[in-house]
Nanobody
Framework: QVQLVESGGGTVQPGGSLRLSCAAS????????MGWYRQGPGKQRELVAL???????NYVDSVKGRFTISRENAKNTVYLQMNSLKPEDTAVYYC?????????WGQGTQVTVSS
């Protein structure tokens, strides 16, 4: 059973930065495509960024140029560097891992962007 644990959330002013981390255990991390999702107040959960096993990345348009997803297989960890944060980035951010028919979620970490 794969477990994903997020950390790094918090409250930041507009224009600030945060770095989220997601530590995986219980599986072969390097085989998983990893993603960050978010769910804002009253909104549906959306895919923010994805990194494949080969390192290919994709981003939702609203975060392109501001967020960077990366992975460190030796540490079984995926990161989301978030810069130039905006109030509309406020959400619970979830880590997701997929391998074939298997899919796992973390418990989520709150990110609040407010002055």
């Amino acid at each position: 059973q794969v477990q994903l644990v997020e950390s790094g959330g918090g409250t930041v002013q507009p224009g600030g930065s945060l770095r989220l981390s997601c530590a995986a255990s219980g599986g072969l991390f390097s085989l998983y495509n990893m993603g960050w999702y978010r769910q804002g107040p009253g909104k549906q959960r959306e895919l923010v960024a994805l990194i494949t096993v080969s390192g290919t990345t994709n981003y939702v348009d609203s975060v392109k140029g501001r967020f960077t997803i990366s992975r460190e297989n030796a540490k079984n960890t995926v990161y989301l560097q978030m810069n130039s944060l905006k109030p509309e980035d406020t959400a619970v951010y979830y880590c997701n891992g997929k391998f074939r028919v298997f899919e796992y979620w973390g418990q989520g970490t709150q990110v609040t962007v407010s002055s």
